[in-house]
């Protein structure tokens, strides 16, 4: 039997000038169902071991040791400094025997070649080519049976319950096929929607999984990580809800799910039997390690210096700059201190509003914040709300289209601004780079309306939820942060609601308070200009009762200003026209009470 098998070769860790280890995988399967794998004897080991196996790979650990101790690992007099197995050898599984051999984790099912550098999961029937991948496999159901701690860790399995589907459903099956059968198998007892998903968890579980992946549960609160071992099989279960069945080593402790990455955390909230975790498998390669455990490792493999540790690159911490001195200077705040908090409340609440009057810099100050924070304005997106602002135009939605080249016209699902920057900011290689959506006038539009479920994210980050349109299953990435600006002339802070309240952090730019208040005093003196216009504004704010309507330095701020009578007109086309509309209806005489010759007079 053995001798049918095609062998499978392993280069160890800085082996040059030494053989590789040789071995065949058996058809025998062990009590779980993983395939058995035997290395040759004469074949070489590696004498020094990663310091943490032990901690995390107890099992290979203690077979090590109990091999050395019977004399089956042995010090090499071919190759000094290594040692070799003097017999035959079976293990449990080919990355069982790949850990043994190496001292330091291996996924078995890639680094087993044959002489031609072709992977050893080629080799296994009905799999998909490619990498290897990670899965999210739930072992509760709805009466709160545990099938993780009754079943998959003490037997090394992974099930998925599939009670009405026929027997003989082979792995490999297709989409199509498995549509099929699901129809007429789960017809009278399942609704369109669940057989629709059913399709999605059987296809991943007897198709996609192929051995050498990574499988993940939940149970008690920890999540549990193991490696799958075997191919699929279709078993008569008594409980019913066990009918699928894979082998898996576990790993022998769970990580507790509250000290997860926040990324895993929102993919581990998808609520579906099976889901697809390879954009995190980062992530999950680096639980329970520390950033030296994680160096060591990578120093027993075969891989390009200059590329950055995966497991490494993903618990990069995101940083938001410092606001520096010079940044302050330039947007003349009167203290630095007053953009380090707000940089601290975008740090801690991820999405923030500046409000005030109209003319108090709002949309200039986020935007100018936020290309500080990100890097560059490519890392920045504006949109302004407005009172038909829907959540199509915002997130997604079916928009019509010109086809290019039958110039048909037709609805095609289309992403909002938001949705392109999540897409962006959770790209390869920018995950770790601050974004920033800026929202001007967010006050303008029904929020509930533009945000739809969305709205839920701004307050749990951590999660996902089930996308109206597409159907994906989303969340926003943790590098994307959102600055609204809100104008009180338009509507009072007083009036926005509770829900809104609790998923922003607030912060002030009002003529009332710094930074607002001495702003126009400042820039005429950066400027070299006569600081009337200054006095003038600060009159004619002291005689504006209600704080919300007292007019910002802004229009004051501008070339035009300045020129030949340049005061006198933006007075009178800018400022006065804002208070005319404030005491509509009054019977006010807005010129004689806020016109530039009754506060001259008032100052003289």
């Known amino acids: 039997m053995v001798d049918e098998c095609p062998e499978f070769r392993l280069r160890l860790p800085n082996g040059d000038g030494i053989g590789r280890a040789r071995g065949v995988l058996l058809d025998e399967t062990g009590t779980n169902g993983s395939r058995k794998f035997l290395v040759r004897a004469g074949s070489p080991v590696r004498e020094h071991v990663m310091p943490s196996l032990g901690k995390h790979f107890k099992a290979p650990t203690k077979r090590r040791e109990e091999l050395r101790a019977q004399g089956v690992l042995a010090p090499s007099a071919r190759w000094p400094g290594w040692l070799e197995l003097t017999e035959d050898v079976v293990f449990g599984s080919p990355s069982f025997a790949a850990v043994v051999l190496v001292g330091a984790p291996r996924n078995g099912w890639e680094q087993w070649r044959t002489e031609d550098d072709r992977p050893l999961s080629d080799f296994m029937s009905g799999v998909w080519a490619g990498p290897n991948r990670s899965w999210l496999v739930r072992g509760s159901n709805v009466t709160g049976l545990d099938l993780v701690q ?133 992530h999950i390669e680096g639980l329970g390690l520390t950033d030296q455990e994680l160096a060591e490792e990578a120093g027993t493999t075969e891989r390009d210096p200059s590329m950055e540790i995966p497991a490494l690159a993903a618990r990069r911490e995101l940083e938001l700059p410092e606001p520096t001195d010079e940044l302050a200077a330039e947007l003349l705040v009167h203290d630095p201190e007053w953009l380090r908090e707000v940089r601290d409340l975008l740090w801690d609440e991820r999405q923030l509003v500046l409000y005030g009057p109209p003319g108090t810099g709002k949309t200039y100050l986020a935007l100018k914040l936020a290309e500080f924070l990100g890097g560059g304005p490519e890392q920045v997106k504006l949109v302004q709300f407005h009172p038909s602002y829907s959540y199509e135009d915002f997130f997604e939605g079916f928009r019509p289209q010109e086809d290019p080249e039958t110039r048909e016209v037709a609805f095609r699902l289309t992403a909002g601004p938001l949705r392109e920057l999540a897409d962006l900011a959770s790209r390869e290689g920018n995950r770790h780079i601050p974004h920033f959506l800026i929202i001007d006038e967010i006050n303008r539009a029904n929020l509930a309306k533009v945000f739809g479920e969305l709205y839920f994210l701004l307050e749990y980050r951590n999660k996902s939820v089930r996308l109206t349109y597409s159907g994906d299953d989303f969340a926003l990435p943790p590098n994307l942060f959102v600055i609204g600006t809100m104008n009180t002339a338009d509507r009072s802070i007083a009036l926005v609601d509770a829900a809104m309240r609790r998923r922003f952090a607030f912060v002030e730019l009002s003529p009332r308070v710094e930074p607002t208040s001495g702003l126009l005093r400042r820039w005429l003196e950066r400027e070299g200009k006569d600081s009337e216009p200054a006095d003038l504004l600060d009159a004619l704010n002291t005689r504006i009762d209600d704080p919300d309507f007292r007019i910002g330095p802004s229009y004051l701020m501008k070339k035009g200003v300045y020129r030949e009578g340049g005061l006198e007109r933006t007075w009178r086309t800018k400022i006065l026209p804002l208070l005319e509309e404030h005491h509509y209806g009054e019977g006010v005489d807005v010129e004689k009470r806020y016109g530039l010759e009754a506060l001259r007079e008032s100052s003289g």
């Not at 007897?206 to 050498?212: E, N, T, V």
């Not at 149970?219 to 071992?229: C, D, H």
């Open 150 to 282: 009754r079943l998959w860790l003490p037997e090394g399995r992974v099930t998925l319950a599939a009670s009405r589907l026929r027997q003989g459903v082979r792995q490999g099956v297709s989409k199509d096929e498995l549509r099929t059968l699901v129809q007429e198998d789960y017809e009278s007892t399942a609704t369109y929607s669940q057989r629709q998903q059913l399709v999605e968890d059987l296809h991943a579980f007897l198709s996609r999984m192929k051995p050498g992946d990574t499988v993940c549960t939940i149970s008690g609160g920890r999540l549990y990580v193991g490696e799958i071992t075997g191919e699929a099989e279709q078993t008569e279960s008594e409980d019913r809800r066990s009918n699928l069945r894979r082998p898996v080593e576990w790993q022998p402790t769970g990580f507790p799910y509250d000290d997860l990455p926040e990324e895993l955390q929102q993919k581990l909230s998808i609520q579906h039997d099976v889901v697809d975790l390879s954009a995190v498998q980062a």
